[in-house]
């Protein structure tokens, strides 16, 4: 069984169709699930992603509990570098690349 690296693009295309997936929003460690990074590199991808305005990080506070959490947005530039990418890959196979 051979085991294909993600390319730096891909990691970023799962990391960002996870949160899409979610309907646009996502707890961290959800996302640290679901797109199968660890805690240091997702946090890396996250600020470069934050960077470039593809999400944001929202602070949600709970009345009952006194306490906030953190969920990750994705921005409508996000969701643009995902129309984008998928037009790309479809691209890319349709020649066989």
Request: proline fraction near 11%.
């Given at each position: 069984m051979t085991t294909k690296r993600r390319s730096r693009l891909e990691l970023i295309y799962d990391i960002l169709l996870s949160i899409q997936n979610k309907g646009g929003t996502i707890k961290?460690?959800?996302l640290m699930y679901k797109s199968n990074l660890s805690h240091k590199l997702l946090n890396?991808?996250?600020d470069e992603l934050i960077g470039k305005e593809l999400v944001l990080i929202q602070e949600i506070e709970h009345r009952k509990k006194k306490t906030a959490s953190k969920i990750i947005v994705l921005t409508d530039k996000g969701s643009g570098f995902l129309a984008e990418f998928r037009r790309?890959?479809?691209f890319t196979n349709a020649f066989g690349l």
């Open positions: 961290p460690t959800h890396n991808y996250l790309m890959r479809e």
